[in-house]
């Protein structure tokens, strides 16, 4: 049986998959990407494989994604974020046209074809705004942890939205709004309305049409997902395999490579 | 300090990086500094020169091709306007500079306007500097096209011979057709090499030692080249599952390397182009008859390499380029012309439709010798790259 691996070297985490040949996903890992960005491939990869019980050396072809994607110096190919969270996403839910990539150093949002193929995409263009790197400089300014966010966010009863577009800025703000005497969850849920506006800027960009669906580590936080589908007024895809979506991509269309360079040689 | 001969592939492909990105040519300089070394050097603008017969005179023949990316273009702005080339503006501003000091003499041929009109600002400009102009036949399918351009070459030899103060035996000319063919055999081993194993040298690294190759003797050159593919059979690689790409339209403004790198990051394995041109003018060596003048008019007429600024007779530009797709077994074609170059950017109409006859994929884009930032030009080609491997029907 031939298996393929997907790895999506992100700004904070590195994921891998590992697909068997009929596109089932048999194993997974996350590992912290720190410095070393081929090591973090490398780890996740080895992890992933374990984590299927399969041997590393029995994987037939590796696809790699992310940021740190030609870092990974045992790829077979590289393929885009925007290609291969457009791909998972079809593949997890298949009446997908959009979708929204939240990670932690870029946000994208992407118009999809009825096959999986991008249409169109459009990313954030300013720094980090706009992604997850910005709530966690709030989530750090208020001395709250990252994991605790999303639900804070939920209780909040008066959001007020941060205005500045910069992550660095927009830390002052938060601090402005403390010493006015806002509340945390008020403060944070805001921050979640000042994101979701910008990110649907870009969806609208792409058409916006429906289905929509969410991918990449923002995911995670509740809060965000629920303010998202406050401002969109419908519900959006958010599957359990959310943050792995890039590497499911990746592995999908390295098998579906794979697949066309044996029937080319058969 | 270690010599070319003596360097590492790895070392060597650094040292060519160097003396591209260093605009005072510091090889000529150095070449001008070698005890004894009275002979002129003969530079030439791309995209073609004679330059067998400056080397028959006893001079080193260069490609001086444009100030790439290190050099501002400050003084040539105010002779030539914003809407040429950069390679014609960079390699005014280099002469401006001082930065050509070291050359003695430049040879200008009629492919463009642009060259045209540079040949005369070099003449005003730079009177140290003894400047040549050829007139490359336009009509090379005319039955008077030799005998013409043998008329002219020998113009050019008188011309040389006043220059240097001597005369250029035929045999001296013949000795030299000879060094040349060999340079250009080398180089076009190399292109095999890269061609049935692309992992083996990357299209950066063949960039960058043909660049070498310009700015110094070609003999040392051919050596340099000869002992390099032994190390490359030996180098540890790993083929990845990339696109086979061809690249047309930089034959003459040279485009920056790292933007070729960005192309093969992004999934390519350039295995053919036309990457400064005039080294690799003949595919087959230049034969030589009893005049070796005639024997390179002929050569000229009859068997260079098709390309934009050189106008066909038996050769179509549109067939050879069919027949380039298909020998290379390319998935992709890359138009790659830099900005404002008139003859790449009106024959990218003319081989766009012989790529879309041959169902081969393709992708256009400009470039200046000065962009700085590739990142979006490498979306650009990864998205091409993902269209072909992933969702090709």
């Given at each position: 049986m031939k298996v393929i691996a997907g790895v999506d070297v992100g700004s904070q985490t590195t994921k891998a998959v590992i697909s068997d040949e009929t596109g089932k996903i048999i194993g997974r890992a996350q590992v912290a990407t720190k410095i070393d960005l081929g090591g973090a491939a490398e780890k996740a990869v080895a992890e992933a494989c374990r984590n299927a019980g399969i041997e590393r050396s029995a994987l037939a072809y590796v696809a790699a994604t992310g940021y740190g994607r030609f870092q990974v110096e045992f790829r077979d190919l590289q393929i885009t974020e925007m290609t291969c969270h457009a791909y998972g996403a079809h593949s997890v839910f298949p009446k997908t046209r959009s979708v929204l990539d939240i990670g932690a150093q870029n946000s994208r949002a992407m118009g999809v074809e009825a096959n999986g193929r991008v249409r169109k995409f459009r990313m954030n263009d300013k720094c980090a705004a706009g992604a997850g790197r910005f709530m966690e400089r709030v989530a750090k300014a208020l001395e709250v942890e990252l994991d605790q966010i999303g639900a804070l966010s939920l209780k909040a009863t008066d959001p007020t939205p941060i205005s500045s577009i910069c992550a660095v800025l927009a830390e002052s703000e938060v601090i402005n709004q403390v010493t006015e005497g806002k509340k945390v969850e008020d403060i944070i849920c805001g921050a979640h309305y000042s994101i979701t506006d910008r990110i649907i800027a870009l969806l609208r960009q792409v058409g916006g049409e429906e289905e929509i669906t969410l991918t990449g580590g923002v995911t995670k936080n509740m809060g965000m997902v629920k303010t998202l589908e406050d401002r969109l007024a419908k519900k959006v895809n958010v599957g359990p395999d959310a943050e792995f979506m890039g590497a499911i991509g990746a592995a999908l269309l390295g098998l579906r490579r794979l697949q066309r360079v044996s029937a080319a040689a058969a | 300090m270690k010599t070319q001969p003596d360097m590492k592939f790895e070392e060597r492909i650094a040292w060519c990086k160097e003396q591209l990105e260093d605009p005072t040519l510091p090889t000529l300089r150095e070449f001008k500094g070698r005890n004894g070394t009275r002979a002129p050097i003969v530079g030439n603008f791309p995209v073609w020169?004679?330059?067998?017969?400056?080397?028959?005179?006893?001079?080193?023949?260069?490609?001086?091709?444009?100030?790439?990316?290190?050099?501002?273009?400050?003084?040539?702005?105010?002779?030539?306007?914003?809407?040429?080339?950069?390679?014609?503006?960079?390699?005014?501003?280099?002469?401006?500079r001082g930065y050509l000091d070291p050359i003695d003499a430049m040879v200008f041929t009629s492919i463009c306007d642009v060259a045209r009109n540079l040949g005369g600002v070099f003449k005003r400009n730079f009177p140290k500097i003894q400047t040549f102009y050829l007139h490359c036949p336009q009509n090379v399918a005319s039955p008077a096209a030799v005998d013409y351009f043998a008329t002219e070459l020998r113009r050019f030899r008188r011309a040389m011979e006043d220059f240097i103060g001597d005369g250029i035996t035929d045999a001296a000319i013949a000795r030299s057709v000879g060094v040349f063919n060999e340079h250009r055999s080398a180089l076009a081993d190399l292109y095999t090499l890269r061609r049935e194993h692309p992992e083996k040298i990357s299209a950066t690294e063949s960039y960058l030692l043909l660049r070498a190759s310009q700015l110094m003797p070609r003999e040392e050159h051919t050596a340099i080249l000869r002992s390099t593919f032994a190390e490359l059979e030996a180098r540890p690689t790993r083929r990845r599952d990339k696109i086979r790409v061809l690249i047309e339209g930089s034959f003459c403004e040279q485009p920056p390397w790292e933007l070729i790198e960005s192309m093969e990051d992004a999934g390519c394995y350039i295995v053919d182009d036309d990457f400064l041109l005039g080294p690799r003018?003949?595919?087959?060596?230049?034969?030589?008859?009893?005049?070796?003048?005639?024997?390179?008019?002929?050569?000229?007429?009859?068997?260079?390499?098709?390309?934009?600024?050189?106008?066909?007779?038996?050769?179509?530009?549109?067939?050879?380029?069919?027949?380039?797709?298909?020998?290379?077994?390319?998935?992709?074609?890359?138009?790659?012309?830099?900005?404002?170059?008139?003859?790449a950017l009106y024959d990218y109409v003319l081989l766009k439709d012989i790529a879309d006859q041959a169902g081969i994929p393709h992708l256009s884009f400009e470039f200046e010798e000065k962009m700085g930032v590739f990142e979006t030009l490498r979306t650009q080609v990864e998205t091409f790259v993902e269209s072909i491997l992933l969702f090709a029907d």
């Amino acid at each position: 049986m031939k298996v393929i691996a997907g790895v999506d070297v992100g700004s904070q985490t590195t994921k891998a998959v590992i697909s068997d040949e009929t596109g089932k996903i048999i194993g997974r890992a996350q590992v912290a990407t720190k410095i070393d960005l081929g090591g973090a491939a490398e780890k996740a990869v080895a992890e992933a494989c374990r984590n299927a019980g399969i041997e590393r050396s029995a994987l037939a072809y590796v696809a790699a994604t992310g940021y740190g994607r030609f870092q990974v110096e045992f790829r077979d190919l590289q393929i885009t974020e925007m290609t291969c969270h457009a791909y998972g996403a079809h593949s997890v839910f298949p009446k997908t046209r959009s979708v929204l990539d939240i990670g932690a150093q870029n946000s994208r949002a992407m118009g999809v074809e009825a096959n999986g193929r991008v249409r169109k995409f459009r990313m954030n263009d300013k720094c980090a705004a706009g992604a997850g790197r910005f709530m966690e400089r709030v989530a750090k300014a208020l001395e709250v942890e990252l994991d605790q966010i999303g639900a804070l966010s939920l209780k909040a009863t008066d959001p007020t939205p941060i205005s500045s577009i910069c992550a660095v800025l927009a830390e002052s703000e938060v601090i402005n709004q403390v010493t006015e005497g806002k509340k945390v969850e008020d403060i944070i849920c805001g921050a979640h309305y000042s994101i979701t506006d910008r990110i649907i800027a870009l969806l609208r960009q792409v058409g916006g049409e429906e289905e929509i669906t969410l991918t990449g580590g923002v995911t995670k936080n509740m809060g965000m997902v629920k303010t998202l589908e406050d401002r969109l007024a419908k519900k959006v895809n958010v599957g359990p395999d959310a943050e792995f979506m890039g590497a499911i991509g990746a592995a999908l269309l390295g098998l579906r490579r794979l697949q066309r360079v044996s029937a080319a040689a058969a | 300090m270690k010599t070319q001969p003596d360097m590492k592939f790895e070392e060597r492909i650094a040292w060519c990086k160097e003396q591209l990105e260093d605009p005072t040519l510091p090889t000529l300089r150095e070449f001008k500094g070698r005890n004894g070394t009275r002979a002129p050097i003969v530079g030439n603008f791309p995209v073609w020169a004679p330059q067998e017969i400056a080397h028959a005179a006893g001079a080193l023949p260069v490609t001086i091709a444009g100030g790439g990316s290190s050099v501002e273009i400050d003084h040539a702005d105010s002779r030539v306007q914003s809407f040429v080339c950069s390679i014609s503006r960079s390699t005014l501003e280099l002469g401006l500079r001082g930065y050509l000091d070291p050359i003695d003499a430049m040879v200008f041929t009629s492919i463009c306007d642009v060259a045209r009109n540079l040949g005369g600002v070099f003449k005003r400009n730079f009177p140290k500097i003894q400047t040549f102009y050829l007139h490359c036949p336009q009509n090379v399918a005319s039955p008077a096209a030799v005998d013409y351009f043998a008329t002219e070459l020998r113009r050019f030899r008188r011309a040389m011979e006043d220059f240097i103060g001597d005369g250029i035996t035929d045999a001296a000319i013949a000795r030299s057709v000879g060094v040349f063919n060999e340079h250009r055999s080398a180089l076009a081993d190399l292109y095999t090499l890269r061609r049935e194993h692309p992992e083996k040298i990357s299209a950066t690294e063949s960039y960058l030692l043909l660049r070498a190759s310009q700015l110094m003797p070609r003999e040392e050159h051919t050596a340099i080249l000869r002992s390099t593919f032994a190390e490359l059979e030996a180098r540890p690689t790993r083929r990845r599952d990339k696109i086979r790409v061809l690249i047309e339209g930089s034959f003459c403004e040279q485009p920056p390397w790292e933007l070729i790198e960005s192309m093969e990051d992004a999934g390519c394995y350039i295995v053919d182009d036309d990457f400064l041109l005039g080294p690799r003018w003949y595919d087959t060596p230049v034969k030589l008859g009893e005049d070796p003048i005639r024997s390179m008019a002929e050569a000229y007429v009859r068997y260079s390499v098709t390309s934009s600024i050189r106008h066909y007779g038996d050769r179509p530009r549109a067939d050879h380029f069919a027949h380039k797709l298909k020998a290379n077994q390319v998935d992709g074609v890359i138009f790659c012309a830099a900005k404002f170059c008139e003859p790449a950017l009106y024959d990218y109409v003319l081989l766009k439709d012989i790529a879309d006859q041959a169902g081969i994929p393709h992708l256009s884009f400009e470039f200046e010798e000065k962009m700085g930032v590739f990142e979006t030009l490498r979306t650009q080609v990864e998205t091409f790259v993902e269209s072909i491997l992933l969702f090709a029907d």
